[in-house]
């Protein structure tokens, strides 16, 4: 499955982005979804996830209540809403995929990525 990402960009502290992946060239709805991210420096680290029918997700501590994870099959695309963004969340953000139902907190799960896009939060 081929995965690509976009919607980032740069906001101040407080302000909201939406991104967006798009997968195409398999059945979108049998693959597990999630967000990664990873800044300058640092490991790239679970986001949020979201089981191949969208009726279950997960999130990380660190976004628990300000990220929203949902996902259109008929569209192909998984969705990832940031609210209250923090100058701690700028990092490339990745959208990743597995084959079957539930997602992996590890990045070693996954076998599909997106090429990733760039979100800056300043203060």
């Known amino acids: 499955v081929q995965l690509q990402a976009s919607g980032g960009g740069p906001v101040q502290a407080g302000g909201f982005l939406s991104l967006s992946c798009v997968a195409s060239?398999?059945?979108?709805?049998?693959?597990?979804m999630a967000w990664f991210r990873q800044a300058p420096g640092k490991e790239r680290e679970y986001v949020a996830g979201?089981?191949?029918?969208?009726?279950?997700?997960d999130y990380a501590d660190s976004v628990k209540g300000r990220f929203t994870i949902s996902r259109d099959n008929d569209k192909n695309t998984v969705y990832l809403q940031m609210n209250s963004l923090e100058p701690e969340d700028t990092a490339v953000y990745f959208c990743?995929?597995?084959?079957?139902?539930?997602?992996?907190?590890?990045?070693?799960?996954?076998?599909?990525w997106g090429q990733g896009t760039q979100v800056t939060v300043s203060s």
């Open positions: 990743a995929a597995t084959y079957g139902n539930i997602w992996s907190t590890s990045k070693a799960g996954y076998g599909y």
């Open positions: 060239g398999r059945t979108f709805s049998n693959y597990a």
């Open positions: 979201i089981h191949r029918n969208g009726g279950t997700t």
